[in-house]
């Protein structure tokens, strides 16, 4: 492959490319002519979609980000212009079970890293940090904005309110060009079931076609403010062509809660009402500590990085019902139903 340097092509390295995030980062950045190197942990199960990207500028490597010598040894023979970090744990949920784990790979890790790059004088690197609103936790402001105190009441929360935290440390006494992304959630056909949106959106599909009769959730009063993962990368990429790093919220502004999506979900698969028929609780799926309701203000991000979501609630949960539906066609060798989703 030609040197990516001489042909002045600019050189990205996304820490966990396995996920939602890596593939549509990925995707953005070649798109916009780089070379992208992204690292797993899972190299043997390399994913169909990350092998649907144009091959020619992408690689995939074994890295973990726990091993500080790996990652920068990484970094100094590949040199790349921007890192963006989208590893560790990112379930919630999982993080109650798996407090250590989740704290070394989210937190400890990253600060290791930093303080490394610090050392090493590779203070010009763009590094993207993966903030999220879990740090808010059980806040009292709302919308949340980057001001706002955090309160973060689960590990993973924890562990990001660490990092982030850190991140701001090392931008103002060492100089890193850090850019954190303050995250709400933000979803596509590609999220995983263990998430509550693609659950419902699997769920309702598997509904419509006969494959199950109920839809098994926790705790369905939640609001969470939810947005599409295509238009939060932008963000991210965005962030790292800015004159000087910064923290950034990424959000619609607006929140809905679990049943509100549940609805939304059933109405696009053809089964309007479907919630006293279908949906059913399960004390099992609620978290030790639950929070209520999050909702950010991403009018900085707007102003500062004319950043827009082109994305809404609505067409959200449509893309995923629909993408789900077309899915479980195939699998199943059935024929797609006539449902709202495809009018
Ligand atoms: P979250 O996302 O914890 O907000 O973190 P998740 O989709 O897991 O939960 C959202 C809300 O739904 C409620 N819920 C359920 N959740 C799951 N996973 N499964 C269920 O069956 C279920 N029933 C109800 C939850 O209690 C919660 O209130 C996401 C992740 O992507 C993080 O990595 C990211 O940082 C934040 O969003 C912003």
Redesign the pocket.
Known sequence: MADPKALNLKTALILGVSGQDGYYLAKLLLKNDYKVMGTTRHIDSTSPALKSLDQKNFSVIYADIRDTEGILNLITLKKPDEVYNLTGV????YSFEHNEETLEANAYAVIRLFESLAQMGLAKIKFYQAS???MFGKTTITPQNETTPLNPVSP?GVSKALAHRAADRFRKNEGLFIASGI???HESPMRPT????R?ITNGAAKIKLGLSSELV????D?R?DWGFAGDYVEAMWQMLQAETPDDFVVATGETHS?LDFVSTAFKYAGLPGGESKYLKTDSH?L?PT??HQLVGDPSKTSKTLNWHRSVNFEDLVKKMVASDIELLCIQNGLTKPEVPAFN
């Open positions: 990112s379930s919630v949920a999220s609103s879990e993973y995250l709400y959630n263990t998430f509550v949106t659950k959730l926790g705790n369905l939640a969470r679990v799926l978290r639950e929070i």
